[in-house]
């Protein structure tokens, strides 16, 4: 069930969601997860695959939950998302599991505006060749959007400032520096 409707998010680790996107590369493509904070924006968590095997998405999941464990947890009804390892790894932590209704992709919308902001400020403007050429360019946004990227909703601060509740974006630990070694070993 869609458990979000009438909910009012006033806090970090309140409620996470997620979701895939694919991101068109000079040959084919890749397909993109990430996980975020509702109430900052803050990606906690992404990763990219070549198939649409739900491990990708398990492994984001683990690493948003690294950082913080949300009350709720908000997906749509993929198969990613409804598997029993995933929907099992949040009721283990005790995470309420909320799903959008078919077909209604407002019901996930912080997400759904992630995938306008990175595919028309980063993806649109670049022509990636190869899966570490993604990464590589995903890693630098994704960094830049947490950590400088002002967001009118938040008050002309950064999913960081947010998140965390200083002026000076995410700390060291909640960058993904290491993320493009992970990903491409």
């Not at 283990?92 to 306008?116: C, P």
């Not at 950590?147 to 509740?165: C, D, S, W």
Request: glycine share 10%.
């Amino acid at each position: 069930p869609y458990l979000l409707r009438g909910v009012l998010i006033g806090r970090p680790n309140q409620v996470g969601s997620t979701d895939i996107t694919y991101i068109r590369l000079a040959r084919g493509f890749v397909y993109l997860v990430a996980v975020i904070d509702w109430y900052s924006r803050y990606v906690l968590s992404w990763d990219v695959s070549v198939t649409m095997d739900g491990s990708f998405c398990l492994e984001a999941l683990d690493a948003a939950l690294c950082k913080g464990r949300p009350d709720i947890f908000n997906s749509d009804q993929g198969p990613q998302f409804t598997s029993e390892a995933l929907t099992g790894r949040l009721q283990d932590e005790g995470i309420r599991v909320s799903m959008d209704g078919r077909g209604r992709a407002l019901d996930n919308i912080f997400v759904e505006r992630l995938w306008r902001s990175v595919k028309y400020e980063e993806v649109y403007l670049k022509d990636y060749e190869s899966v570490p050429a993604a990464v590589a360019g995903l890693d630098a946004y994704f960094a830049f959007y947490n950590g400088a990227r002002l967001h009118q909703a938040l008050g002309y601060r950064t999913p960081g400032e947010v998140h965390f509740g200083g002026r000076d974006g995410c700390p060291p630990e909640g960058r993904y520096a290491n993320h493009q070694q992970r990903i491409i070993a």
